[in-house]
């Protein structure tokens, strides 16, 4: 089945800093979505994003599916920024997710 | 963007009793609805897929005559936990599908005495 690796596995950060995330895939992807899970445990969609580049305000993202990773872009980093961020890939009708990057971002 | 709704968002009961979470996609009609678990600080597990108006799809492992679950509407899928033991603690959480994403619901935190 599909394999999804997230790196790296924790991110300390002052506030202001800029982060790259990681997303590595097994297989070809026509369906790929980053997520953030907050410290209450809801997961926010981020991004849907096989391939190409889209922004969001301070985020963005870069899937290259030849090459079988994408990457998330958080840039001038808040607070409220902190949480687990999961990338995940349809597979077989249902989601496989990455082990999540957590994200600590302290004032 | 589209909005899923999960109820009770919390629950805490005692062994034996059963509970039941439901799961609304409030703007959107969802014909594939999902259920999850998940343990502190690990990812997403996914129970079973849910599908209107037939029998749910369940994963290796997760017992469908203790985790029963309808999905009566293209809107609403429920899930029981029938005779819940402390074991069943845990982060419950729905998702409906479009054609190209999924969106979750906040979770319920389920706490089994």
């Known amino acids: 089945g599909i394999q999804v690796e997230q790196s790296p596995p924790d991110l300390i950060l002052q506030e202001g800093a800029n982060s790259t995330l990681r997303c590595n895939f097994s297989d070809s992807v026509n369906n790929l979505q980053w997520f953030h899970q907050n410290p209450w445990g809801q997961l926010i969609n981020l991004f849907y994003i096989p391939s190409g580049t889209k922004q969001n305000g301070r985020l963005s993202a870069t899937t290259v599916a030849t090459e079988r990773y994408s990457l998330l872009y958080i840039s001038s980093s808040q607070t409220t920024d902190s949480g687990v961020y999961f990338c995940a890939l349809r597979g077989a009708q249902k989601l496989v997710f990455g082990q999540g990057t957590r994200l600590t971002i302290n004032p | 963007g589209a909005v899923v709704s999960q109820h009770p968002s919390w629950v805490i009961c005692k062994s034996g009793t059963s509970v039941k979470i439901e799961c609304r996609s409030l703007d959107f009609q969802a014909t594939t609805m999902f259920w999850y678990r998940q343990f502190p600080k690990q990812s997403l597990m996914l129970m079973a897929t849910?599908?209107?108006?037939?029998?749910?799809?369940?994963e290796q492992g997760v017992e469908k005559d203790k985790f029963l679950i309808n999905h009566a509407s293209l809107t609403l899928s429920t899930l029981t936990v029938t005779s819940a033991h402390p074991e069943d603690s845990s982060f419950y959480i729905c998702?409906?599908?479009?054609?190209?994403?999924?969106?979750f619901g906040p979770g319920t935190r389920l706490t089994v005495l």
């Open positions: 849910s599908n209107e108006g037939s029998k749910a799809t369940y």
């Open positions: 998702s409906a599908a479009t054609s190209h994403e999924q969106f």
